[in-house]
């Protein structure tokens, strides 16, 4: 009886050495598939009352209020990506060009918070609500898509 205790008592050991071995090998979740959403942003001009893609010369972008550089004097400038903040539903971006002309966006935005795991903790979905700009240098933009995004899908056109 002794016996027959023991070998239980092995196996039950055993069996469960090797379910948490199994267990401890799973991979964790990789939070940086997430990634963090932005506005892709591309360049445009009129031309015969039709959008034709264009380049800026040089474009330094800046979001207002804080000491963030998102384009740093970047030169032959089609297309950029503008990040939303977290922790308001407005974001500013001041876009200066040569000669030191600038120009204002603001974006009203809805925040979102969305669940992905215990690992990974949230997301913020982001949407456009609305689009102000100055126009010294910009004509006009166009909400192409509302909602933010990781896969550089065209959010805003901006018309020179």
């Known amino acids: 009886m002794k016996n027959l ?3 239980r008592f092995m196996y039950t050991l055993a069996t469960t050495y090797i379910v948490l071995s199994v ?8 939070c940086s598939q997430y990634g963090r959403e932005s506005l892709t942003c591309n360049v445009y001009t009129l031309e015969d009352s039709k959008a034709v893609k ?11 209020g804080t000491d963030s550089i998102i384009l740093n004097r970047e030169a032959k400038v089609r297309s950029f990506s503008l990040p939303l903040r977290y922790t308001s539903d407005t974001t500013t971006f001041v876009l200066k060009y040569i000669n030191n002309i600038k120009d204002t966006i603001r974006v009203i935005h809805t925040n979102t918070p969305k669940f ?30 509302e909602e933010a995004n990781t ?9 020179y």
């Open 116 to 145: 992905i795991s215990m690992d990974c903790g949230y997301q913020v979905s982001q949407v456009v609500e609305k689009v102000s700009y100055t126009k010294h240098q910009l004509d006009s933009i166009y909400i192409s898509d």
């Open 54 to 64: 264009d380049t800026l010369d040089s474009l330094h972008v800046t979001a207002l």
């Open 5 to 7: 205790i023991t070998k």
């Open 151 to 159: 896969t550089g899908t065209e959010n805003l056109k901006l018309f």
């Open 23 to 30: 267990a401890s090998c799973v991979e964790e979740e990789n």
